[in-house]
């Protein structure tokens, strides 16, 4: 059976079609969790604004207000920490399963060449042979390249992943240092 068979290329051609469909429909899936994830955050922000004029509206003096809304500093930061964390955890599931396709594709296109390389090399003239191992080998070292960049990326990723975690923290810790004064000052 050779690689150029023309109903194995309709094949590769109608799969690679639906995997092309399939990305798309992942994209489009990830975009329109981000712009529920902007309406939702910008309903949030619109209903706090509308509570914090009916409060400052309803409140007899500053000191008052400052009370009833405990810690604006802090609620806007953890807003934005909620916001970015989330947007964060969408964009790392779209990498995720786009690398996963990417990988399923590679393996595809690896076992593809291997098939070819077999089957040219049985039907080519013996002298070829070290031409055809040399082929192979020139396969092989790509493979492990790719896999050594593929697990050196997703190690980069996975360090992202644990600074972006330990930034919101200390962001957080600090912001609740900081708004403590406030905090006192308001009360008194």
Known sequence: MSFWNPEQYAAAQRANLETSF?????AFAHVQKVVELNLDTFKSAVGESQE???????SKSPREWFALRANPLEQAVARTQTYYSRLFSIATAAQTEFANVANEQYAEHQRRLHHFVDDAGRHVPAA???AITALKSAINTVSAWYESTRKAT??????????????NAAVSKTT?????????????
């Open 128 to 130: 070829s042979e070290p």
């Open 176 to 188: 609740k240092r900081a708004a403590e004064p406030a905090e006192r000052a308001a009360a008194k």
């Open 52 to 58: 914090a004029v009916l409060h400052a509206a309803s």
């Open 22 to 26: 399939a990305l798309a429909n992942h």
């Open 154 to 167: 997703q190690q980069a990723i996975d360090a992202a992943e644990t600074n972006v975690e330990a930034v």
